[in-house]
């Protein structure tokens, strides 16, 4: 299957990503495809930086 460059991953699957990634019991084959799941997430700007130069 190609992968479209604008595939997304959906905010709660990327929700229960982060959860999974972070419990110490998953397995690395789990947490490899919750990593892949949380790169195919869009970009947040909520880091709070905000570009002032210029």
Same mark, same amino acid.
């Given at each position: 299957?190609?992968? $479209?460059? $604008?595939?997304?991953?959906?905010?709660? /699957? !990327? #929700?229960? =990503?982060?959860?999974?990634?972070?419990?110490?019991?998953?397995?690395? =084959?789990?947490? !490899? /495809? =919750? =990593? #892949? !799941?949380?790169?195919?997430?869009?970009?947040?700007?909520?880091?709070?930086?905000? $570009?002032?130069?210029?």
């Amino acid at each position: 299957m190609a992968k $479209n460059k $604008n595939d997304q991953t959906s905010k709660g /699957v !990327a #929700s229960k =990503a982060s959860k999974l990634l972070s419990e110490p019991k998953t397995t690395k =084959a789990v947490k !490899a /495809v =919750a =990593a #892949s !799941a949380l790169t195919q997430t869009p970009r947040s700007h909520k880091s709070g930086s905000k $570009n002032t130069t210029g």
